[in-house]
């Protein structure tokens, strides 16, 4: 596999990280039968890869259309990446997804089907959130061609199956890790994805700047 790919999924595992959505699929599934959750895994898991081809087909023209440079987006998108990973190194989890210990799982059973529980707040924000966005586009604007294009495609497919299998087998896992587990975990994930961070960083001030870098 080429190295750009893994590195592509390297990014979208670290920012997507179907762990710290177990606890929110278990609470929304509580009751809920075998197929149901199954079908509650598969919405999710499904809106996740439709969001990144969606994004890696048209991101880089909303930019264009919106007038962002493509470096100023990398810049930007960098260093909110950079500042995700230092919370999720400081045990903090990801700033710019919920806290599920404020959230109202209740009242979403409530007012919101099964279905649309999957979409909403499961997938998004929980599991691809603005982070896992806008790396997408970076990631889809720095490449042209149909084959790189596709590779991108491809990644986020075999990310979306990674965490549909991670959603099914929720409990066995939240069980095996435990709350350190799955803590260590966010920290070792939080500085791969600061090493993310920072290459896009530079990547983004080599195109503004070509001359310095």
Known sequence: MDTEIIKIILAFMVLINPFSALTLFLDLTRGYS????????????????????????????LLKVLGISIGSFQVAGGI??????????????????????????????????????????????????PGGISTVIIYSSQVSGWLPVTSIIVAGLLISIFCYLCLMA???????????????????????LAAVAIEIIVSGLRTIFPDLL
């Open 34 to 61: 075998m197929t149901n959750r199954r079908k509650v895994a598969r919405i999710a898991s499904t809106t996740i890869f439709i969001t990144i081809a969606f994004f890696t087909i048209a991101g880089e023209t």
């Open 80 to 129: 909110l990446v950079f500042l995700i990973a230092i919370n999720m190194m400081n045990g903090e989890g990801n700033p710019v997804k919920p806290d599920q210990d404020n959230f109202d799982f209740e009242h979403v059973h409530e007012v919101i089907p099964s279905t649309a529980s999957a979409v909403v707040p499961l997938a998004i924000p929980m599991m691809i959130g």
């Open 170 to 192: 929720a409990g066995r896992i939240s069980r095996f890790l435990g709350d350190t587990g799955l803590n260590i975990m966010s920290r070792i994930m939080g500085m791969l």
